[in-house]
T-cell receptor, first 108, second 115 residues
Framework: KNEVEQSPQNLTAQEGEFITINCSYS?????LHWLQQHPGGGIVSLFM???GKKKHGRLIATINIQEKHSSLHITASHPRDSAVYIC??????????FGTGTSLTVIP | GAVVSQHPSRVICKSGTSVKIECRSL??????MFWYRQFPKQSLMLMAT?????????EQGVEKDKFLINHASLTLSTLTVTSAHPEDSSFYIC???????????FGEGSRLTVL
């Protein structure tokens, strides 16, 4: 069983659509990270969350600690949002666990 | 912001040779760095956790004698793929954990091709 489960695995959306990617985890965590990997391979950390909600531009990340669940939302999606989004959690023992990623394609 | 530099970005080598990949944290001290392998169209596979001044902790199924990790300073970790074979061809990525902020910063990745 994976410590981090992500869904969906693949997602295709029309430009302008609202997108949600979900992440569930089974370990006690210190923080949860949402990562973005573009086709070139580079990975950036979009958010680091330990509670509540964060917003950056068109991206919103939420976390529910009791339910061990986080969501990443993209509003008014754009083709440049096409990437792989990875959920990662840092356990209370500072171990990292990674989801399998969600491949997002936004069609113009 | 904090930057992690990984070098080389691409390397081609002959079967049987060894290849070293460097991961540097440029503006913070990283007591912990991570090494990942990524196969095409798949997510990151954590290979090992590299701790400054001590032995790396390898994930199950990762050969420690094949993938040598050294974290000799607070800003540098190296991954050496020893006696490389074509099946070692892959995209290798490092990341560094900044303790003060809890943030995780990633290198640009290194694409290894073994002929």
């Amino acid at each position: 069983k994976n410590e981090v489960e992500q869904s969906p695995q693949n997602l295709t959306a029309q430009e302008g659509e609202f997108i949600t990617i979900n992440c569930s985890y089974s370990v006690g965590i210190s923080a949860l990270h949402w990562l973005q990997q573009h086709p070139g391979g580079g990975i950036v950390s979009l958010f680091m969350l330990s509670s509540g909600k964060k917003k950056h531009g068109r991206l919103i990340a939420t976390i529910n600690i009791q339910e061990k669940h986080s969501s990443l939302h993209i509003t008014a999606s754009h083709p440049r949002d096409s990437a792989v989004y990875i959920c990662a959690v840092r356990s209370v023992g500072n171990q990292f666990y990674f989801g399998t990623g969600t491949s997002l394609t936004v069609i113009p | 912001g904090a930057v992690v530099s990984q070098h080389p970005s691409r390397v081609i080598c002959k079967s049987g040779t060894s290849v070293k990949i460097e991961c540097r944290s440029l503006d913070f001290q990283a007591t912990t760095m991570f090494w990942y392998r990524q196969f095409p169209k798949q997510s990151l596979m954590l290979m090992a956790t590299s701790n400054e001044g001590s032995k790396a902790t390898y994930e199950q199924g990762v050969e420690k004698d094949k993938f040598l990790i050294n974290h000799a300073s607070l800003t540098l970790s190296t991954l050496t793929v020893t006696s490389a074979h074509p099946e070692d061809s892959s995209f290798y990525i490092c990341s560094a954990f900044e303790v003060n902020t809890g943030e995780l910063f990633f290198g640009e990745g290194s694409r290894l091709t073994v002929l």
